[in-house]
C-alpha cells in the first residue's frame, strides 16, 4: 500500500469533522440559548423576549441545515475511508453510533420542523416545549459522538478476539466511561461559550449601530452573564479535569501538549515557545516555573514524564502542531474569561450598553471560540497519534485496504470545492439574516394576531 | 438473532425508500408540475418540513448496519466508494436547495435551486436504484472481505462488473420512474387545483411506465445473477411475492384511473415495500453475494457484531424504535391536510 494514503485519510477526516464542527458547536449552544429565552417568556409573559428569540431561531436554522447536511457524510466516512477499522472496532463504536441516529437525530429534525413552522400552530407552552426538546436532542447527539470518540480516547468495556476483532462487553460500563465525563463537560460548555459570543457580538453589533436595540439589550445581557459563567468553568474545573485525565492516562499526548521532552521535577508552564524537534528542546521559551508540576502534581517538584520516557514511535508524529494546537487553545480560553468578566462587571455597574470600546471587544471576538475549539480538537486527536484507539490500535492499520490514494485525493478535492462553495454561501446566508435582524414591535403585533 | 437484524435493516432501508422517496419523486416531477413561483412554493412546503426528518431513516439504517453487521458495512462502504461519496455530495445538495431557495427572494437564486432539486432527485434516484441492482448482483469480493469497484467497465455482468453496467443502470431508470409515480401521487395528495391535476396525469403515465419495467425485470434479475432464484426454489411460500406485487401495480394502475389520491399513494408505497421484501427475500441470508468465489460471499452471519451487542441491541432499539414512532407521528399530526401557501418569507 502507498505510504501517502494513510495522510490524505488523515486529512481527508480532518478536513471534513473540522468544517462539519464549525455547525453543530453554534447549534448546540444556541439551543440552550433559545430555551433559556423562551422559558423566560413563558415565565414572565414579557413579549420582548419571544421577538429576540425569533431571529435566534432563524440563526439556528440556517446554522443547522449546514450541520446537517455536512455531518450525514460523517457517519459515512467511517466505513468508505476506514474500512479497516470500522470492521474491528464496529463491534463497539457501532453501538453509540447507532443511538445517535435513533435516539438523537431524529428528535432534532423532528422538533426542528415544529420550532421553526409551529409558533402561529401551537400553544406557547408546545412550542417551548419543541424548543426544549431541539435542546435535548442536540446535546443527546453530542453526548454519542463523545461516547464513540472516548472510547478511543480510553477504550474499556471491551474484548478483542484471536481475529483483533474488538466487541464491547458491557454498554453500560461503555457510556458511563469515565474518561466521558470530563470530555462531555469540557466539550459542551465550549459549544455554550461559542454560542453565547456569537450572541453577544450580534447583540453588541446592532447596539453599536444603533438598530433593534431593545432586542441586542436582550442578547448581550442575557449572552454575557451565559458566557461569563461557561468561560470561567471551562478553565475549573472542565479543563482542569480534563488535563489532569490526560496526563494520568495520555502521557505522550501531555507532554506534547506542555513541550515537555525529558522527565524532570519542578516542571514550568511554557506560555510561549516553538518546539525543536532536531534538538528536541524548545526554543526561545518563556515559562512560569514550577507551575506545571504545580497544577498536575500538586507540589513544586513533582515529577512529570516527558516524551524521552517513551519509545519514539510511540510519539505523537507531530509535537510541535498538537504543542500549538494546546496553547493556542489555553490562551484564548484565559482571554475569553478576562473578557466576559469585564463585560459582566460592567453590566453590573450598568456601563455596559454605554462602553462603545467593550462593545466592540465583544463584536469583534465571536470567531475565536471557533478556532479555540477546533485548537482543542486538534490537541485531542493529533495527540491520540499513532493511535487510532489509543494503545491498541494504530492510525496506520485502519485505512480502507482496497481504496487508493488517487480515489482519496479525488473525493478529498470534492469535498474540498463543495464546502467552499458552501462556506461562502453560509456567510452569504448569515449577514442577510443579521441585516434584517429581529423583528419589530410592530411587526410581532401582526403575528400575535394571527395566531389563535 | 442474526437474521432479526437483517430484517430491522430491511424495515429501516424500505421506510426510508418509501418516505424519503415521495421527496425525490417529488424533486424529480418538480418542473412539471409548478411553473410559476407560488406553485413551486406550495410543492416545496408540502415536503419541505418533513424532508429532513424522512432523511434520519437513511441515517438510522447506515447506524444499524455499522451496529448490527459492521463486516458488511466496512466492505459495502469502502466497496462502492465513489458511488456513496457522490450520493452524499448530491444528498447535500438536494438538502441544500430546499431549504436555501426561499432565503433569498431572487428569481436566479430560485431557478439555481430548483434546477439543483431536480438535477439532485434525479440523480440520487438513479444511484439508489443502483445501488439496489449492486445488492442484486453481487461484487467481486476478495478472500479478506474487501473489494473495490471502479464506476463502470465495460457495463457487462460478470466477475468484474462496475458499479454502473447494464442491469443496475436498468434498475436505476426503473427507481426514478416508481418514485416519481410515488412522488407524483403525495403530491396529488397534499395539493388542489392546477399542480393537482398535473400530479394525477403524469402519475398516471408513470404507471403505465411501471408496468411496462414489471413484464422484463424479474427476467432481467435472473439473467444478472442466477443465484437469486434458490431461495424461491427452497421456500415456495416467495412466490406470494411477485404474485402481490401484481396485484398492488393493478391497485395502483385502477385506483389511479379513478383518481383516488390515498390509495394510489398507499398503493405506491406498498408497491416500494414489496418490491424491497423480493429483493431481501432473494439474497438472504447474503449481505453481499461474491461473483468471484461462492465461499467469498458476506452473509449476515459472517459479518455479524458480537451476541452481547446484539442482544443489547433489541432492548434499546426497541425504546429508540417506539420514540421515532411517537414523534413522526406527532411531526405529520402537525403537519397534515393540504398545503396553505405561507405569504412569502414564511416557510419554503
Known amino acids: ?452 | 438473532m442474526e437474521a432479526f437484524w437483517f430484517i430491522v435493516l430491511g424495515v429501516l432501508l424500505t421506510l426510508f425508500i418509501v418516505l424519503d422517496g415521495f421527496d425525490f419523486g417529488t424533486g424529480i416531477i418538480y418542473h412539471f408540475i409548478a411553473k410559476t413561483n407560488d406553485e413551486r412554493r406550495a410543492v416545496l412546503n408540502a415536503i419541505g418540513p418533513i424532508w429532513d426528518g424522512n432523511e434520519v431513516w437513511l441515517i438510522i439504517a447506515g447506524g444499524a448496519l455499522f451496529f448490527a453487521f459492521p463486516i458488511a458495512y466496512a466492505s459495502i462502504f469502502s466497496g462502492y466508494y465513489l458511488a456513496l461519496i457522490f450520493l452524499l455530495w448530491l444528498l447535500i445538495f438536494r438538502g441544500l436547495s430546499m431549504e436555501l431557495r426561499s432565503q433569498i427572494s431572487n428569481p436566479l437564486w430560485h431557478t439555481f435551486w430548483d434546477a439543483m432539486l431536480t438535477i439532485g432527485s434525479v440523480s440520487i434516484a438513479l444511484l439508489l436504484g443502483v445501488a439496489l441492482g449492486n445488492v442484486l448482483r453481487g461484487a467481486p469480493l476478495d478472500a479478506d472481505g474487501f473489494f473495490f469497484l471502479p464506476l463502470w467497465t465495460d457495463f457487462r455482468t460478470g466477475v468484474y462488473p462496475g458499479i454502473l453496467d447494464w442491469f443496475t443502470v436498468l434498475i436505476g431508470v426503473f427507481s426514478v420512474v416508481l418514485l416519481a409515480v410515488h412522488g407524483a401521487n403525495f403530491i396529488a395528495l397534499k395539493t388542489v387545483g392546477v399542480i393537482q391535476d398535473r400530479a394525477r396525469k403524469i402519475a398516471r403515465k408513470g404507471t403505465l411506465i411501471v408496468i411496462l419495467f414489471a413484464l422484463f425485470l424479474p427476467v432481467a434479475s435472473y439473467v444478472a445473477q442466477p443465484m437469486l432464484l434458490e431461495n424461491y426454489k427452497l421456500y415456495w411460500i416467495g412466490i406470494l411475492l411477485p404474485i402481490l406485487s401484481f396485484f398492488t401495480l393493478l391497485g395502483l394502475f385502477i385506483t389511479r384511473r379513478k383518481d383516488n389520491d390515498l390509495y394510489a399513494f398507499l398503493s405506491s408505497a406498498f408497491l416500494i415495500v414489496l418490491l424491497m421484501l423480493s429483493v431481501a427475500f432473494s439474497v438472504f441470508p447474503n449481505m453481499i453475494i461474491a461473483t468471484t468465489n461462492p465461499s467469498y460471499s458476506l452473509t449476515i452471519y459472517n459479518t455479524a457484531t458480537s451476541e452481547y451487542a446484539l442482544r443489547t441491541g433489541l432492548i434499546w432499539y426497541s425504546v429508540g424504535a417506539f420514540l421515532a414512532l411517537c414523534y413522526t407521528l406527532f411531526m405529520y399530526r402537525s403537519f397534515k391536510g393540504k398545503v396553505s401557501l405561507p405569504k412569502e418569507g414564511e416557510g419554503y
Open chain 1, 1 to 452: 500500500m502507498d505510504d501517502s494514503i494513510i495522510l490524505l485519510d488523515r486529512l481527508h477526516f480532518a478536513f471534513n469533522i473540522i468544517f462539519h464542527y464549525l455547525f453543530p458547536q453554534l447549534t448546540m449552544g444556541l439551543a440552550f440559548i433559545i430555551v433559556v429565552f423562551k422559558s423566560i417568556a413563558l415565565y414572565t409573559k414579557n413579549e420582548a423576549y419571544n421577538r429576540a428569540v425569533r431571529f435566534l431561531i432563524k440563526l439556528f436554522a440556517i446554522n443547522f441545515i449546514f450541520g446537517v447536511v455536512t455531518g450525514i457524510p460523517m457517519e459515512f466516512l467511517f466505513g468508505t475511508n476506514w474500512a479497516e477499522f470500522s470492521r474491528r472496532t464496529g463491534g463497539v463504536i457501532g453501538n453509540t453510533l447507532a443511538m445517535e441516529g435513533l435516539f438523537a437525530f431524529l428528535l432534532e429534525s423532528a422538533f426542528l420542523g415544529l420550532l421553526l413552522f409551529g409558533e402561529k400552530r401551537l400553544t406557547p407552552i408546545v412550542h417551548w416545549f419543541s424548543a426544549l426538546m431541539v435542546f435535548i436532542g442536540t446535546w443527546l447527539s453530542g453526548f454519542f459522538i463523545l461516547a464513540t470518540n472516548a472510547w478511543m480516547q480510553h477504550p474499556v468495556a471491551y474484548s478483542i478476539d484471536s481475529a483483533g476483532l474488538f466487541s464491547v462487553t458491557s454498554l453500560p460500563e461503555m457510556l458511563t466511561n469515565p474518561w466521558l465525563f470530563w470530555q462531555y463537560l469540557h466539550n459542551m460548555n465550549a459549544t455554550l461559550i461559542t454560542a453565547s459570543f456569537v450572541v453577544a457580538s450580534i447583540g453588541a453589533f446592532y447596539l453599536l449601530s444603533n438598530k433593534h436595540t431593545e432586542s441586542a439589550r436582550l442578547y448581550v445581557r442575557t449572552a454575557v452573564i451565559i458566557a461569563a459563567i461557561a468561560t470561567v468553568l471551562q478553565i475549573f474545573p472542565f479543563g482542569d479535569g480534563e488535563a489532569r485525565q490526560v496526563f494520568k492516562h495520555q502521557p505522550t499526548k501531555a507532554a506534547a501538549m506542555e513541550g515537555i521532552f525529558h522527565t524532570q521535577k519542578g516542571v514550568p508552564f511554557v506560555l510561549f515557545g516553538q518546539p525543536n524537534m532536531d534538538t528536541l528542546k524548545l526554543d526561545n521559551p518563556i515559562v512560569i516555573p514550577y507551575a506545571d508540576s504545580l497544577m498536575v502534581t500538586g507540589t513544586m517538584d513533582g515529577e512529570i514524564k516527558g516524551l524521552n520516557s517513551f519509545p519514539k514511535e510511540d510519539w505523537p508524529d507531530s509535537v510541535p502542531l498538537v504543542f500549538y494546537a494546546f496553547h493556542v487553545m489555553v490562551i484564548l480560553g484565559s482571554l475569553f474569561a478576562l473578557i466576559m468578566l469585564t463585560a459582566l462587571f460592567l453590566l453590573w455597574r450598568k456601563k455596559l450598553f454605554p462602553s462603545r470600546w467593550m462593545l466592540w471587544i465583544l463584536m469583534l471576538s465571536a470567531p475565536l471560540p471557533y478556532l479555540a475549539t477546533i485548537s482543542g480538537w486538534i490537541t485531542t486527536e493529533a495527540g491520540r497519534q499513532p493511535w487510532l484507539v489509543y494503545g491498541l490500535m494504530r492510525t496506520v492499520e485502519g485505512a480502507s485496504p482496497h481504496v487508493s490514494s488517487g480515489n482519496v485525493l479525488f473525493t478529498l478535492l470534492g469535498f474540498t470545492l463543495i464546502y467552499l462553495f458552501m462556506g461562502m454561501l453560509f456567510v452569504t446566508l448569515v449577514i442577510r439574516v443579521i441585516t434584517i435582524g429581529p423583528p419589530h414591535k410592530s411587526e410581532s403585533i401582526e403575528i400575535t394576531q394571527g395566531s389563535k
